[in-house]
Nanobody, 118 residues
């Protein structure tokens, strides 16, 4: 069955770094675009970063541009989010998402907590 498993979350002080990983299985990973979403306390879920299936195209929400970097390794069915200069406002549950346009396919991980202390 399809699985997206996130890892790498935790507690970090403001200004610190974390690297989130997501490993996919049960689907053709290289055919899917991948994204990281987050749900901050009391807020709606929001897209943080997105990467095309080939890795050639990336997008970021404005608040993380220059601080976060999304990447993927299709040979390892793995996606990562390197987060630098973390801010308390980055505190959220982060979700891995796999999507395939035109096929109405959309998969989600269970989420992982990132807490940034001030």
């Amino acid at each position: 069955q399809v699985q997206l498993v996130e890892s790498g979350g935790g507690l970090v002080q403001a200004g610190g770094s974390l690297r989130l990983s997501c490993v996919g299985s049960g689907f053709s990973f290289s055919d899917f675009g991948m994204s990281w979403y987050r749900r901050r306390p009391g807020k709606e879920r929001e897209m943080v970063a997105s990467i095309s299936n080939t890795g050639d195209n990336t997008r970021y929400r404005d608040s993380v541009k220059g601080r976060f970097t999304i990447s993927r390794d299709n040979s390892r069915t793995r996606m990562e989010l390197q987060m630098e200069r973390l801010e308390p406002e980055d505190t959220a549950v982060y979700y891995c998402n796999a999507w395939r346009i035109g096929y109405h396919l959309d998969y989600w991980g269970e989420g992982i907590q990132v807490t940034v202390s001030s």
